[in-house]
């Protein structure tokens, strides 16, 4: 469930494509498509903050969309948070698609973590301003 302004109020199962930036989770692991999505006031270990497409009609390769997915984020990341990235502090990670899922999928999620991956409460961008 969701507030008009798109919080998530209550925690439940959700297909990451359906999770938008200021969302929480939990569920750390290379390949995901469903995550436990959670109010970000409650414990969590990831928060996305951007979503973006990738380029091209083509299979490019899983290291290059790993590399893209990587670089497109950090890019991303300033701008997404006000924030400067810390690497003392954060981990960013880019979920891209894989070659299963590249015909009906090109979005990058792109999700910060403490660098310890241990359990929040509150909105990690807000955490080290």
């Given at each position: 469930?969701?507030?008009?302004?798109?919080?998530?109020?209550?925690?439940?199962?959700?297909?990451?494509?359906?999770?938008?930036?200021g969302?929480?989770?939990?569920?750390?692991?290379?390949?995901i498509?469903?995550?436990?999505?959670?109010p970000?006031?409650?414990?969590h270990?990831?928060?996305?903050?951007?979503?973006f497409?990738?380029?091209?009609?083509?299979?490019?390769?899983?290291?290059?969309?790993?590399?893209?997915?990587?670089?497109?984020?950090?890019?991303?990341?300033?701008?997404?948070?006000?924030?400067?990235?810390?690497?003392?502090?954060?981990?960013?990670?880019?979920?891209?698609?894989?070659?299963?899922?590249?015909?009906?999928?090109?979005?990058?999620?792109?999700?910060?973590?403490?660098?310890?991956?241990?359990?929040?409460?509150?909105?990690?961008?807000?955490?080290?301003?």
């Open positions: 469930m969701r507030t008009p302004a798109g919080e998530i109020t209550t925690g439940g199962s959700v297909g990451v494509l359906r999770l938008l930036p969302d929480c989770f939990l569920g750390l692991i290379d390949e498509e469903v995550v436990d999505a959670v970000c006031a409650e414990d270990q990831a928060e996305v903050f951007a979503i497409n990738l380029a091209g009609t083509k299979w490019p390769g899983t290291s290059s969309v790993a590399q893209t997915a990587k670089s497109g984020c950090l890019e991303r990341f300033q701008n997404a948070t006000g924030l400067v990235f810390d690497p003392t502090h954060m981990v960013i990670t880019g979920y891209a698609p894989s070659e299963r899922s590249w015909k009906d999928d090109r979005s990058v999620l792109c999700a910060v973590t403490p660098h310890d991956s241990a359990l929040v409460r509150g909105r990690l961008t807000l955490r080290y301003q």
